[in-house]
């Protein structure tokens, strides 16, 4: 069983992957190959995200990360992926992940804070780490977003919510062994304020391999 820090370090170096996304709505399926280079993010990249106009709803407790800064690990990905139609995309971000014990959501943005759908919903349970989500760039819309994490360690598996302009993704990643892990993506159409996401998008499942050093 990996503990929350553990995850993190477990996740670096490089990993590929063959994904099969369906278009629900469109009643489409489309295959994809992507390689992935993780490495642990560095002090001050944690701070770079940390200032992200977008996060001031979101106090963190900067004394803390200071003193540790473990307590609120992280990484930067760079990614390449070709779609089975030839389409190409390359990208890299930063994501740093800050439980609840070292950060809360001020009064005005917690009051409007979005309703998780129901598939990212966990049992409450002392073993469940949840907590903020913050990157410094999005998947699907440019610019620096914030969503919501949980991480089970007796099942080795980090999932991350992620409401943008247009959607709502959840992205669960499960390490099944040193050098496997499972990724399964769905991603909603995004409802009114209030309401819970229900509209089911995309479905996208991959198997992930880690490459020998």
Known sequence: MLSFQEFFTACTGLWKTERIYHSVLQGQVERSYTEFRVESLKGD????????????????????????????????IAFDTRSETGEEVSMSLKALF?????????????????????????????????????????????????????YQPTRQTLEMTTYYRRSVA??????????????????YQRPQPGEVPTVIDLVGFGVEHRQPA
């Open 45 to 76: 990249q944690k701070q770079q995200i940390l200032s992200q106009s977008l996060l001031s709803g979101i106090k963190v407790d900067l004394a803390q990360m200071r003193d540790d800064e473990n307590l609120c690990p992280g990484f930067a």
């Open 98 to 150: 800050v439980p609840d014990a070292y950060a809360t959501l001020a009064e005005a943005a917690e009051s409007s804070a979005p309703v998780l759908p129901v598939a990212a919903h966990v049992p409450a349970a002392e073993e469940v780490i949840q907590g903020f989500y913050l990157r410094d760039e999005g998947y699907s819309e440019a610019g620096a977003v914030a969503g919501r994490f949980t």
């Open 170 to 187: 959840v992205d669960q990643m499960r390490i099944i062994a040193p050098d496997m892990r499972i990724r399964t993506i769905v991603t």
